[in-house]
């Protein structure tokens, strides 16, 4: 297995649930949990903590949070906790098994005589490692992140850029602060700088692109399933009556389903990022935002675009947010005779898909059934790759529903926000709710292949 990240971890515990394998894992990194070990240090899920992580290790304590931008809502954890979150996973339920290999700080490469070879980068070691089923790739679809990665812009000597979590570093405060980027570690950034207490009209925002973000508040476990499944409908009723991918989102922004900072600028761009209604408040406080597409060049007087410049000084702060988060590269079998590589089948939460693919490794033996029941799909981008996932979502429930086991792990995992629906089935909202499925469902379907033509 190479990463222990989200992905990586949540394979490999329901492999490890549903098979006898071995599994060996190797990671770069010193410790696992992925980019969370170079994340920014204020940031936070966006999705609540008890629909992430792995499925047999619940996360968080199942709290609603009382102050601050996430009131009202279920807990979100931050970097620090789910780093300790992971190293707990590891170090009290996979070495524990006798079948899992932690290899930190390691590379793995294949040798020219097709052996699998593990080298340490602290020591240089080379250690061979038998591969008896198969080599899962949890980095295909690796993205970047400005802690670890150098701005898509060039920037003159004497410039002040910083990545968004060098931040909590300043000694002095600067003169202004311009953040550079438009999605969730852009937002994250504006609304904890607000909530220090520095005042938006020294924050100058460049935003390239729109978002549509999905309200946290149809998002929310326990209590708040009722209203998620009414979300579901709100999106299956959208999905059969309208008449264009604007249109869909257009319906759904007006149930409150999806938001925009501007709501006078059209959004090109829809990552399923979640906010509150609360940090959009505040994001809308800052009036300086700049549209004039991609940073090239920051120099120490001027930011230059494309074909436009604006000013900037020495004594201003550039805060560097610009990073490719989801990686979208060629689309390949997830499963292969030697080879499983993780990446996304339908629209979800992160760390239930790949789970999900844990379980069909260790439960179905033929190949060409896997990758019927599990055909890739990119990374969503454009408003239109939403609607597109979502479509898949509803072709691989039908496909899944062939297979008793994988049903039965679908229905039980904490992961699987639906998972929990039945505790509410007397709710009005789920009555009302399975009403709309049954009166949209099939043209929902229908209209959604309609409109992604």
Partial sequence: MIGTGAAGMAFTDTLLSHSDATVSLVDRRHAPGGHWIDAYPFVHLHQPSAFYGVSSVPLGQGTVSQTGINAGFHEAAGADELCAYYAQVMDQHFLPTGRVRHHPCSDHSIGSDGRHLITSRLTGDVQ???VRRKLVDTGYLEGRIPATSPPPFEVAEGVRCVPA??????????????????????LDTCVWLLLQGVSASAIQWIRPREGWWLNRRFNQPGEGLPEFFAGVGLQF?????????????????????????????????????????TELALLRQIGDVVRRGHVRRIERDRIVFDDYSIPTSPGTLHVHCAAVGLARP????????????????????ACYPAALLGVVEATIADTDEKNRLCPPIRYWDEPRDYLSSYLALLAHERARAAHPAITAWAKGTRLNPISGLGAHREHPLVTQTWGELKHYGAAAAANLVSLLR
């Fill in 128 to 130: 061979e490692v038998r």
């Fill in 165 to 186: 979590g060098d931040i909590v570093r300043v000694i002095e405060p600067p003169e202004r602060y311009v953040v550079i980027g438009t999605g969730k570690t852009a």
């Fill in 330 to 349: 060629a689309l390949r079998p997830i499963f292969e005779a030697d080879r499983v590589t993780l990446q996304p089948m339908f629209w979800s939460f």
């Fill in 237 to 277: 009723k959208a999905m059969a009556q309208a008449t264009s991918v604007d249109d869909v989102f257009a319906r759904l922004e007006a149930d409150g389903f999806f938001l925009r900072v501007d709501t006078t600028v059209a959004p090109t761009m829809s990552h399923g990022a979640m906010v509150s209604e």
